[in-house]
């Protein structure tokens, strides 16, 4: 019923950038929020940044100052803007949302995307 399409991941130089994008599409009723997590080989997938739909933000500490969560809630989709990458910011990014669906009366759901690769070489 719900799809989350993540794209913009990609192979980059330390100290450059990336922009990833997820679109959610489906029979959506509200998208309460809409986060990003990534896993890198042999770790667990962790919580890089968050973004409600009142605009709330909040960041691993890791990435705060460096990488910038933003939404377009018209296009229920969200962007993870990512500066001065670091080899560590290496992982397979994944899009996570928490929403309702359409006459699901307020029962929330949660959706992963099917992630994307980001390699920073040093």
């Known amino acids: 019923q719900v799809q989350l399409v993540e794209s913009g991941g990609g192979l980059v130089q330390a100290g450059g950038t990336l922009r990833l994008s997820c679109a959610a599409s489906?029979?959506?009723?509200?998208?309460?929020?809409m986060g990003w997590y990534r896993q890198a080989p042999g770790k667990q997938r962790e919580l890089v940044a968050v973004i409600t739909s009142g605009g709330s933000t909040n960041y691993a500490d890791s990435v705060r100052g460096r990488f910038t969560i933003s939404e377009d809630n018209a296009k229920n989709t969200a962007y993870l803007q990512m500066n001065s990458l670091k080899p560590e910011d290496t992982a397979v990014y994944y899009c996570?949302?928490?929403?309702?669906?359409?006459?699901?009366?307020?029962?929330?759901?949660?959706?992963w995307g099917q992630g994307t690769q980001v390699t920073v070489s040093s």
């Open positions: 489906g029979s959506i009723f509200n998208i309460n929020a």
């Open positions: 996570n949302a928490d929403l309702s669906l359409r006459g699901s009366r307020g029962v929330k759901y949660n959706y």
